[in-house]
C-alpha cells in the first residue's frame, strides 16, 4: 500500500510540474468558452484529455523502444500555438468580438500536444522505469489531474477580475499568449541551435 501511495504521490508531482503551464492555457479557452461560445467546455475537457492521453501514449511506446524522434525536432510542434495565434490576431477586426483562438476539440488537443511536447522528454525516462502495476497507478493519477487541471481553470475562467482581464485585453492577449507559448516551445527544444550553422 505504502509503495502505491509513493507511485501516486511521484505522479503527481511529475504531472503537476510539467504541466503547470496547461493552466493559463485551459483557463484562456474556458474564458473564450464563456465569452463566445467556442470551443465549447466538453471540447476543451476532451481536447485536454485527448492530447494528455497522445503525449502519455508517445512516451510509452518511446520507453519501449519504439519511438524514436529526435528532441529537438518536437520543437516543431511550437509553430501550432504560433499558427493559432497568428490566425486569430489577424481575423480581429475592431468592431467584432474577439475571435476563438481555438474552437474544436480537435483543436483543443492539438494546441495540448503541442504545449507539452517537451514532457515527452520527462515521461520516456520515468515510464522506462515503472513495472506495469505502478505504470497503472501512474496513469491513474494522470487522468484524475486532467480533471483537477480543468476544474481548476473552469473555476479561474469564471473569476470575475479574470473575465474582465481577458474582455479588456483578450483579443490581443489571448493570441498572445498561444504565439509566446510556441516561441517557448521551439527555444526550449534546442532547434533553433540545431538549426543555424
Known amino acids: 500500500m505504502t509503495d502505491l501511495l509513493a507511485a501516486a504521490a511521484a505522479a503527481a508531482l511529475v504531472f503537476a510540474a510539467t504541466n503547470v503551464d496547461d493552466i493559463v492555457v485551459l483557463t484562456v479557452l ?8 467556442r470551443p465549447r467546455p466538453w471540447h476543451i475537457v476532451a481536447g485536454q484529455y485527448l492530447g494528455i492521453g497522445a503525449l502519455v501514449t508517445a512516451a510509452v511506446v518511446g520507453a519501449v523502444g519504439l519511438l524514436v524522434v529526435p528532441d529537438p525536432w518536437t520543437g516543431l510542434l511550437g509553430l501550432l500555438p ?9 481575423a480581429r ?3 467584432d468580438e474577439p475571435p476563438a483562438v481555438v474552437g474544436s476539440l480537435l483543436g483543443v488537443a492539438g494546441v495540448t500536444i503541442a504545449n507539452g511536447a517537451d514532457n515527452i522528454a520527462v515521461y520516456v525516462p520515468v515510464f ?17 489531474l486532467v480533471a483537477a487541471w480543468c476544474a481548476a481553470a ?14 479588456r485585453t483578450g483579443h490581443r492577449l489571448v493570441p498572445a ?11 526550449s527544444s534546442g532547434l533553433p541551435a540545431h ?3
Open 30 to 37: 474556458f474564458v473564450a468558452a464563456r465569452g463566445t461560445g
Open 177 to 187: 499568449i498561444f504565439i509566446a507559448i510556441g516561441v517557448v516551445i521551439l527555444a
Open 128 to 144: 522506462r522505469s515503472l513495472d506495469p502495476a505502478t505504470g497503472l497507478v501512474w496513469l491513474l493519477v494522470f487522468a484524475a
Open 93 to 95: 477586426s475592431d468592431g
Open 154 to 167: 473552469a473555476l479561474l475562467g469564471s473569476h470575475p477580475r479574470v473575465v474582465r482581464l481577458v474582455d
Open 82 to 90: 504560433i499558427g493559432l495565434g497568428v490566425r486569430a490576431l489577424l
Open 195 to 197: 538549426l543555424l550553422p
